[in-house]
């Protein structure tokens, strides 16, 4: 069989050309050129939450590092779960991100009876951002100025103080049922939709007292709208240092503290996640992010691994099992 010499280059040069023209497209795909368009970010909470200013945060800080925009998408609903869905659905590639919490991967588990993902197989951890600490509120014109005085006088009122949180189920929720637990307390729950308005509900007096992260009511606490009793974690927060912790107040058996990290989907390939680990690493040791976070109440803190960042949420899911089971709160 004859074959031109002439058709035999064409073709040659033709598949050459191919290439040429491929070459763009295999750059995009190769981890090593990792990211060469926009990201995106998703947040499963509504616009003003304390997860959606901290991811802002966090995301202008790795589009400067990248020199890539990273879009922040907002998608809240069903406590977060909605969110979480289309994160874990994303193209693992790297280029879609979601902004976990303990809220989403700790607590959702046990106060749902049914979630749409796993928390621990459906996505590739990269880091945490910030460890929060919850704080213990009260209205000022309540007879109320330490955790014993509140205590108190929900045992000679049972079932009068309303106890405000961001929602069923919802991190604040699960804080203060267990510290009502705990201190052996009957009170009413009433749902908010959100931790801003469960804050102004105190604040206006129509609530007693919110468990909720500390970001949230640092500002009418220091305007002298809410009155601080305690925070949640084995230690005093760096942003009210005079503020006992609900162990230190007599109740030692509990410690409620909360989480943000980034994750991206299952099988995002592991020099990308690396690439975002680096990234991560670099700009929470940034003085001007540790600054913009202390502003918001929060503690900066980076894991020391991807896998270290896994091994937390485990861990995490066991331990908040726990503490749902004593808080008698049940799946919905």
């Not at 869905?85 to 303990?102: F, K, N």
């Not at 267990?178 to 105190?202: E, M, Q, R, W």
């Amino acid at each position: 069989m004859r074959v031109s010499y002439r058709r035999l280059r064409m073709a040659t040069l033709a598949l050459s050309g191919m290439a040429v023209f491929a070459l763009p497209g295999l750059a995009a795909a190769q981890p090593g050129n990792f990211p060469v368009k926009p990201l995106r970010l998703i947040v499963p909470n509504a616009p003003g939450s304390s997860n959606d200013v901290l991811s802002r945060i966090v995301a202008n800080r790795l589009s400067e590092t990248f020199g890539q925009q990273i879009l922040v998408d907002n998608r809240a609903g069903a406590g977060g779960v909605l969110g979480v869905e289309i994160a874990a659905r994303a193209a693992p590639d790297g280029y879609t991100l979601m902004a976990a919490s303990s809220a989403t991967h700790s607590i959702a588990p046990f106060v749902y009876k049914k979630l749409p993902y796993d928390p621990a197989k459906d996505f590739a951890p990269v880091s945490l951002f910030v460890l929060t600490q919850n704080l213990l509120a009260v209205n000022p014109a309540l007879p109320a100025k330490s955790v014993a005085d509140l205590i108190a006088l929900a045992k000679a009122r049972p079932g009068q103080l309303n106890m405000a949180s961001a929602g069923t189920s919802s991190t604040s929720h699960i804080a203060g049922a267990l510290f009502a637990s705990v201190a052996g307390i009957d009170v009413v729950h009433v749902p908010y939709k959100g931790a801003g308005p469960s804050i102004t509900s105190v604040v206006a007096g129509e609530s007693q007292f919110v468990f909720t992260p500390i970001a949230g009511p640092l500002g009418q606490v220091r305007g002298g709208k809410l009155r601080a009793l305690a925070v949640g974690g084995r230690e005093r927060s760096a942003m009210l240092p005079e503020v006992p912790t609900v162990a230190e107040s007599g109740l030692p058996g509990y410690v409620f503290t909360g989480w943000n990290g980034v994750m991206a989907p299952a099988g995002t390939p592991r020099p990308v996640i690396d690439r975002l680990f680096e990234a991560m690493t670099r700009v929470l040791g940034s003085a001007e992010l540790r600054e913009q976070f202390a502003q918001q109440g929060a503690e900066p803190t980076v894991s020391k691994s991807p896998e270290a960042f896994g091994r937390h949420v485990r861990e995490e899911i066991a331990r908040y099992g726990k503490l749902v089971k004593a808080a008698g709160i049940q799946p919905e």
